[in-house]
């Protein structure tokens, strides 16, 4: 072989090697879900783990997030994807309250992954219903970070009973925010008497309380602030189902209260093969969805996609259709 016979040959190699190269480039994601020790973060956890198990070309970075802060975190490029509410996704998208402006660029990868019920835990002894304890300006009350859907909805509710923050701290109550673990010890401690969270039942914070240190129990949110809920923010009205919890159910009853359904979200940014890569191996491995968390064993693809409040991803769209759930 001559030299310029090497040379065509070197550089085709060299060619070669580049688009190998580029083929297997990693694709870097940040996933923003929930509180630390929440059902988000188990759940984005474990199913980003079935992804990157199945695509070892994508790495993802589970954060903590909210679902009022996730859609502004894509918006503004930190993360890629996250965990949202449909009621809050629908209005980050119009720049509606409590956004300041349009977030553009969210679509969707469906819905059904976790819907959540509110839960409102009392001491044991309590015999008042929600609405005194709300409005009651020595309240004590604990629920999770700001920016999270939670404190937006507390938030929410004091307004509603005309008791907001500033009255409260004002009464000789208090409002506070923190991670699950620290709000459990400040009910444990009598810092708080009332969490005001969200999970899908049977959620961890709840399942914690009833193993701590004092009894409790959970209570209904009453019919004027759940139609006030849905009918000016979108909320949904559901029950926490009966016989969930062991200890802090009343008779094992199911309890009325708001409810909230979870999507995730992903930006337009991330590129359809990406998108729909993670969707089938998401939609293929729903055998596993049970191991991660309990309540994705109700997650159902054939309605996952449906009546998005922001456009559904071309790539999830195709994944949908090719294993047969969307027409």
Do not use: C
């Not at 688009?19 to 879900?33: L, V």
């Not at 609405?131 to 004590?140: N, R």
């Not at 409790?216 to 759940?226: H, W």
């Not at 293929?284 to 309990?294: A, L, P, T, V």
């Amino acid at each position: 072989m001559n030299v310029f016979a090497r040379s065509l040959l070197g550089l085709a190699l060299g060619a070669g090697l580049m688009a190998g190269a580029a083929s297997a480039q990693t694709t870097n994601i940040e996933w923003t879900s929930g509180s630390p020790g929440g059902s988000w973060f188990t759940i984005v956890t474990g199913l980003s783990n079935i992804i990157m198990e199945k695509n070892p070309d994508i790495a993802i970075r589970v954060v903590p997030g909210g679902g009022r802060d996730n859609p502004t975190k894509m918006d503004g490029g930190i993360s890629q994807m996250g965990m949202g509410i449909d009621f809050l996704a629908a209005a980050a998208a119009k720049g509606e309250e409590p956004y300041a402006k349009p977030h553009k660029g969210l679509m969707s990868m469906g819905g059904t992954w976790a819907p959540a019920e509110f839960h409102v835990i009392v001491d044991a002894k309590e015999t008042r219903p929600l609405a005194e304890i709300m409005a009651d300006p020595k309240l004590k009350i604990g629920t999770s970070p700001k920016a999270t859907s939670e404190e937006l909805t507390l938030q929410r509710a004091l307004a509603f009973y005309k008791n907001e923050p500033a009255k409260v701290s004002a009464g000789g109550g208090s409002v506070i925010n923190g991670t699950y673990t620290q709000l459990i010890s400040a009910f444990d401690d009598g810092q708080i008497d009332v969490i005001f969270g969200a999970g899908s039942a049977p959620t961890g914070i709840a399942l914690e309380v009833e193993n701590g240190r004092r009894a409790a129990k959970l209570i209904a949110m009453g019919a004027p602030l759940q139609d006030y809920l849905s009918s000016t923010y979108g909320y949904g009205k559901g029950q926490i189902p009966a016989k969930v919890y062991s200890k802090i159910q009343p008779d094992g009853a199911a309890i009325s209260v708001t409810t909230m359904e979870a999507l995730i979200l992903v930006h337009e940014s991330v590129s359809e093969d990406v998108v729909y890569r993670m969707t089938k191996t998401l939609l293929e491995n729903r055998d596993r969805f049970g191991n991660i968390y309990k309540v994705l064993e109700r997650f159902d693809p054939a309605v996952a996609w449906q009546n998005q409040p922001v456009p559904l991803h071309p790539g999830a769209a195709k994944a949908y259709k090719e294993l047969g759930y969307m027409k």
